[in-house]
């Protein structure tokens, strides 16, 4: 079963509208919880690490939230070039250098 | 300017013929991790090696080898690729500072293998 789920798997928005993307995760001893932002062609982005229940950043128009089952990436207000799919990670149990990622949100933001 | 860089970009080969594809950072970080795409599938972990000589298996790591010698290098091995590999791979390098981790990928590799 897929321990980090990310929904929904598209979305489209008009530009100034704004939504939120969720990404929910089963595992259990969570040590922190990645965002990243994927251009078509390229390599993953970082956005933010989260890591307790109640933590919030800030990136522009980007916010992301954790609580003890999902995180949150708010968009407010969104442009064209925003368009891109937004992926989510989680490392837990004992080791820092494992992560598992949700197979991503896909964002069309129309002018 | 600081980045993680993967070489060959696109490679096509045949089976069973032995491949490396080279990766390098150039930020002194500890952790390094090898990942493949897939569509429909996601990122899925192969190999991540937390120093110099210390490397551990992700969800995926059948088919694949990996070795850390040096920091800033750490290069993937396929030594029969089969049809099933043909995948976007992607490289990348991570630090922790002040309970803060950043991860920073490659451009990816594209590999098919006929």
């Known amino acids: 079963e897929d321990q980090v789920t990310q929904s929904p798997e598209a979305l489209r928005l008009q530009e100034g509208e704004s939504s939120s993307l969720n990404c929910s995760y089963t595992v259990s001893g969570l040590r922190g919880l990645f965002w990243y932002r994927q251009d078509p062609g390229k390599g993953p982005e970082f956005l933010f690490t989260l890591y307790s229940a109640g933590e919030e950043k800030e990136k522009e128009r980007l916010k992301a939230t954790l609580t003890k089952k999902e995180s949150f990436l708010h968009i407010t207000a969104p442009k064209p070039e925003d368009s891109a799919t937004y992926l989510c990670?989680?490392?837990?149990?004992?080791?820092?250098?494992?992560?598992?990622f949700g197979k991503g949100t896909k964002l069309s933001v129309k002018p | 300017e600081a980045q993680v860089t993967q070489n060959p970009r696109y490679l096509i080969t045949v089976t069973g013929k032995k491949l490396t594809v080279t990766c390098s950072q150039n930020?002194?970080?500890?952790?390094m991790s090898w990942y493949r795409q897939d569509p429909g599938l996601g990122l899925r972990q192969i190999y991540y090696?937390?120093?110099?000589?210390?490397?551990d298996k992700g969800d995926v790591p059948e088919g694949y080898k990996v070795s850390r010698k040096e920091k800033r290098n750490f290069p993937l091995i396929l030594e029969s690729p089969s049809p099933n590999q043909t995948s976007l791979y992607f490289c990348?390098?991570?630090?922790?500072?002040?309970?803060?981790?950043?991860?920073?990928f490659g451009p990816g590799t594209r590999l098919t293998v006929l």
């Open positions: 090696s937390m120093n110099v000589e210390v490397t």
């Open positions: 990348a390098s991570s630090f922790t500072s002040g309970g803060l981790r950043t991860q920073y």
């Open positions: 990670a989680v490392n837990y149990g004992g080791s820092q250098g494992n992560l598992i």
């Open positions: 930020m002194n970080h500890e952790y």
